[in-house]
């Protein structure tokens, strides 16, 4: 694996505090983890990541912070001078983290400006084995950015912070792994900020039961139901109140970190997404827009 392993949670500013909080407690399936913050931090129930959620209270909705894994301190420290002699700017240096579940990490810009930590030492939350048919998330499956030049964050990806390239999509969409997940990123061209975050579901079928609790609260599939070519894994896209695109995904590909070699994928409709009856299409998602604050360290 790399020295980057996971991911942990995405944090968000939110204008409307209440109604996101309500939508991942509420419909999209995730528990409330106590906190005495003032902010909103979930879990999901079928994983013992700490917390895959964080919602702040704030003047514009915008992405706050992506945080990854690392395994130990010392990769810790090692990608942080990594970072250092990629030219990335540090916004604090490895140290004790303060934030629910502690642990060990930096925060550092992507070269876009977003701001990333990595961790170690995070205590570990509560977990279960979910059944079939349950319909909530298992885990965060993996994250789609937007670059204006995609290319270069793509390299910056790899030589930084390790991961490698699984697949491209024609040359503007690039699938990167960090572990045996045919993705944990993807990058697309466009303004610098969030395309949507996935969860894993269990099957198939929670991710149509899942669709299926979103649709009778009101929130409709934006994109979907699918199955996407690169990665195999299935699909299904929602909004969020806040603006923020949120998938619901199950039977991504797993392969081998070391030697899987890239394929190119290329565009069609059927390639998009290989079943071909669902609705919409990436056309009635929100357009992407440079996310608020970038390069800005935000307090918390
Ligand atoms: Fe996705």
């Known amino acids: 694996m790399s020295?980057?392993?996971?991911?942990?949670?995405?944090?968000?500013?939110?204008?409307?505090?209440?109604?996101?909080?309500?939508?991942?407690?509420?419909?999209?399936?995730?528990e409330r983890v106590p906190s005495d913050d003032g902010m909103a931090w979930f879990k999901t129930q079928g994983h013992d990541e700490h917390h895959v959620v964080r919602l702040r209270k704030a003047d514009e909705?915008?992405?706050?912070?992506?945080?990854?894994?690392?395994?130990?301190?010392?990769?810790?420290?090692?990608?942080?001078?990594?970072?250092?002699?990629?030219?990335?700017?540090?916004?604090?240096?490895?140290?004790?983290?303060?934030?629910?579940?502690?642990?060990y990490g930096f925060r550092f810009f992507s070269p876009d400006g977003l701001l990333f930590?990595?961790?170690?030492?995070?205590?570990?939350?509560?977990s279960r084995q979910l059944a079939q048919w349950e319909g909530v998330p298992e885990k965060i499956s993996h994250i789609v950015l937007h670059s204006p030049d995609h290319?270069?964050?793509?390299?910056?990806?790899c030589d930084v912070l390790g991961f490698k390239v699984s697949d491209w999509l024609g040359d503007f969409m690039?699938?990167?792994?960090?572990?045996?997940?045919?993705?944990?990123?993807?990058?697309?061209?466009g303004p610098p900020c969030l395309n949507h975050v996935a969860y894993d579901m269990l099957t198939l079928d929670d991710m149509m039961r899942g669709a299926h609790r979103l649709k009778q609260k009101g929130i409709d599939i934006g994109w979907g139901p699918g199955r996407h070519?690169?990665?195999?894994?299935?699909?299904?896209?929602?909004?969020?109140?806040?603006?923020?695109?949120?998938?619901?995904?199950?039977?991504?590909?797993?392969?081998?970190?070391?030697t899987r070699e890239a394929t190119v994928h290329v565009p069609a409709p059927l390639v998009m997404d290989q079943w071909g009856i669902g609705t919409g299409g990436p056309q009635t998602l929100p357009h992407p827009h440079p996310n608020p604050g970038l390069f800005v360290a935000i307090e918390a």
């Open 117 to 126: 930590e990595v961790s170690a030492g995070v205590a570990r939350g509560p």
């Open 174 to 189: 690039c699938f990167l792994r960090c572990n045996s997940a045919h993705h944990r990123f993807a990058i697309l061209p």
């Open 229 to 258: 070519t690169a990665g195999n894994n299935t699909f299904s896209y929602f909004v969020t109140p806040g603006g923020f695109v949120a998938e619901y995904t199950s039977e991504l590909e797993e392969v081998d970190f070391e």
């Open 3 to 30: 020295r980057v392993t996971e991911i942990r949670y995405v944090g968000y500013g939110v204008v409307d505090f209440d109604a996101e909080a309500g939508f991942y407690a509420d419909v999209w399936g995730l």
């Open 61 to 103: 909705n915008r992405v706050d912070v992506i945080a990854l894994a690392a395994p130990i301190n010392a990769d810790v420290d090692a990608l942080a001078a990594q970072v250092r002699a990629g030219g990335g700017k540090i916004v604090h240096e490895p140290q004790a983290l303060t934030t629910p579940g502690g642990g």
């Open 151 to 157: 290319k270069a964050l793509v390299k910056w990806f």
